[in-house]
């Protein structure tokens, strides 16, 4: 079975400073990882993910992570936090399933950003 | 198009109505999922359609019935619901492999008095 674990519930920084959200996964399988934002109220929007290309992945709004199989994680960094920021990050990993794939979600890490 | 659309955004509704709602995509992707959120939480998964065919169903109540008429539109008929039930509906499609992302709607807040 599928799993992932995001290691901090609330993460907290200041702006201008480095983002690291911190995902570890379980997977039988290759998986595709993905993370989501969502803002207050607001649905999830796709930041980047990862479908075994390259190992380092790029996303929208300055995010990337990098797929580490030995240490099975998945963090989540960037090098400059905007306030606009400030949401709910989602970690997610994709279960290979005949008819229509499940996501797993993370419990989730609420980033703070201090001005 | 990229986005999945869904109305209404908010819903009132008492214990004993009947209410609807709507999901709407045009990117020709041919799963849809329906989602419950509740504040402080990650969506929890609660129908799957794949070619407009009910293909999860994850133990919802009854009082949920979910409907695909076509590959773009996606309801989901709600009666006699509790106040419990209350939360963010998200609707979500998504193309065909499984190593594609879910494009997800903004959802629609329900609350039940």
């Known amino acids: 079975a599928q799993s992932v674990t995001q290691l901090d519930s609330h993460v907290s920084v200041s702006e201008g400073t480095p983002v690291l959200l911190r995902c570890n996964y379980s997977?039988?399988?290759?998986?595709?990882l993905f993370w989501y934002v969502q803002h207050p109220n607001k649905g999830l929007q796709l930041l980047l993910k990862?479908?075994?290309?390259?190992?380092l992945v790029k996303g929208i709004n300055g995010f990337e992570a990098e797929f580490k199989k030995s240490e099975t994680s998945f963090h989540l960094t960037k090098p400059s936090a905007h306030m606009s920021d400030a949401a709910e990050y989602f970690c997610v990993v994709s279960d290979d399933m005949e008819y229509g794939n499940k996501l797993v979600f993370g419990t989730g890490t609420i980033l703070r950003v201090k001005s | 198009d990229t986005e999945v659309t869904q109305t209404p955004k908010h819903l009132v509704m008492g214990m004993t109505n009947k209410k609807s709602l709507k999901c709407e995509q045009h990117m020709g992707h041919r799963a849809m999922y329906w989602y419950k959120q509740k504040a402080k939480k990650p969506p929890e998964l609660m129908f799957v359609?794949?070619?407009?065919?009910?293909?999860i169903n994850e133990s919802v109540p009854s009082r949920f019935s979910p409907e695909c008429p076509n590959s773009s539109l996606l309801n989901l008929h709600l009666h006699a619901l509790q106040p419990e039930d209350s939360a963010l509906y998200l609707c979500a499609s998504r193309n065909r492999d499984y190593r594609d992302e879910q494009f997800f709607g903004p959802g629609t807040r329900l609350t039940v008095l």
């Open positions: 997977s039988s399988y290759s998986p595709s």
């Open positions: 359609y794949s070619y407009e065919k009910l293909s």
């Open positions: 990862y479908t075994s290309a390259a190992t």
